[in-house]
C-alpha cells in the first residue's frame, strides 16, 4: 500500500516562506519522480515542479521558478518544496504524487497525496 502524507502547509504573509514536506510509505519512493502540484478555488489543478528518481534533475513552473526549489531524500523516503517570495496567487492546496517518470503531466502521476492547504495574504 503507497501512503503520501503532506505537510507544513498554513497561513504566511506575501514576501514569506514555508516548506512542505511530503512523505511516502512503501517501496516506490526510491524509483520514483515526484511531482507537486496546486489547486486553487474554481481552479483546475496545475503542475508545480518535479524531481527525478535521484534528483538530479528537476524542473519548475514558470510561475514558480526562482521562488520554490523541490528537492528529495531518498533515504527519508520525503519529498519538499521549499517556497520563498510567496505571493497571495500561490494560495491554493498543494499535492505530492509519484509517477514512473519526470513529468509535467498531471495523468501520468499514479499515486496522490491528500493535499496542504497554504494560504498567503496580501
Known amino acids: 500500500q503507497v501512503q503520501l502524507v503532506e505537510s507544513g502547509g498554513g497561513l504566511v504573509q506575501a514576501g514569506g516562506s514555508l516548506r512542505l514536506s511530503c512523505v511516502v510509505s512503501?517501496?516506490?519512493?526510491?524509483?520514483?519522480?515526484m511531482g507537486w502540484f496546486r489547486q486553487a478555488p474554481g481552479k483546475e489543478r496545475e503542475f508545480v515542479a518535479v524531481?527525478?528518481?535521484?534528483?538530479?534533475?528537476?524542473y519548475h513552473a514558470d510561475s514558480v521558478k526562482g521562488r520554490f526549489t523541490i528537492s528529495r531524500d531518498n533515504a527519508k523516503n520525503t519529498v519538499y518544496l521549499q517556497m520563498d517570495s510567496l505571493k497571495p496567487e500561490d494560495t491554493a492546496v498543494y499535492y505530492c504524487?509519484?509517477?514512473?517518470?519526470?513529468?509535467?503531466?498531471?495523468?501520468?502521476?499514479?499515486?496522490w497525496g491528500q493535499g496542504t492547504q497554504v494560504t498567503v495574504s496580501s
Open positions: 504524487a509519484t509517477a514512473r517518470g519526470a513529468t509535467m503531466t498531471i495523468t501520468e502521476y499514479n499515486y
Open positions: 512503501g517501496r516506490i519512493f526510491s524509483r520514483s519522480a
Open positions: 524531481i527525478n528518481w535521484n534528483g538530479g534533475w528537476t
